[in-house]
Each structure stands twice: as C-alpha cells, then as structure tokens.
Nanobody, 121 residues
Framework: QVQLVESGGGLVQPGGSLRLACAAS????????MGWYRQAPGNQRELVAR???????DYADSVKGRFTISRDNAKDTVYLQMNSLKPEDTAVYYC???????????????WGQGTQVTVSS
C-alpha cells in the first residue's frame, strides 16, 4: 500500500518559517521524483517545488529564494523548508511522488492527503 503522509503544517505569522515533511511508504523512494504542490481556496493546484531522483530541484517563481526542497532517501522523506512566509502562501500543501516506468513510459503518481499552512497575523 502506497502512502504519502504530510506533516508540519500550521499557523504562522508573516515572515515566519515552517518545515513540511512527507514520509513515503510502499514505493522505492529513491527512484521517484518528489514534489510539493499547493491549493488555495478558489485556486487551482499549483507546483511549488520538485526534486528529482537525482536531487535536481526546481521552484515556482513565487517561492524562489524563500523555500527549499530536499530529500533524505535513508528516511524515505521529502522536506519543504519555508522561510519568509507571506499570507499568499496560505494553502493546503500536498506531497507528490512520480515515477516514469522505463520502456512503457507509464507514470506512477501518488498524492498525500495534504497539510494546511496558514500565514496570518
């Protein structure tokens, strides 16, 4: 059974920091590309950051310089360090795992349940 379990969300003041964690089970974690997405009320889900199986990272322009994605393959966990948080960062943050199977080209994609991040004074 594949599970992605997010943790670390909560209420924080503008300018504050949070670290999200996503613990994976049921997958060969080291070969999966991992990502963080977020969805605010009334908005579509958007990519925040992603890190490949080779630890190559990409970020949305809105979070560059403030957020850092990392992974610990020994713990089957991906992290999102969020600094200098802004009210517009308020959203439900979702963990994503994706693997493109060789030869077939089929994608295996999994999602966590999400964790709420609220940035407010």
């Amino acid at each position: 059974q594949v599970q992605l379990v997010e943790s670390g969300g909560g209420l924080v003041q503008p300018g504050g920091s949070l670290r999200l964690a996503c613990a994976a089970s049921g997958i060969t974690f080291s070969i999966y590309d991992m990502g963080w997405y977020r969805q605010a009320p009334g908005n579509q889900r958007e990519l925040v950051a992603r890190i490949s199986s080779r630890s190559s990272a990409d970020y949305a322009d809105s979070v560059k310089g403030r957020f850092t994605i990392s992974r610990d393959n020994a713990k089957d966990t991906v992290y999102l360090q969020m600094n200098s948080l802004k009210p517009e960062d308020t959203a439900v943050y979702y963990c994503n795992a994706e693997f493109k199977a060789p030869y077939s080209g089929r994608y295996n994609t999994y999602w966590g349940q999400g964790t709420q991040v609220t940035v407010s004074s």
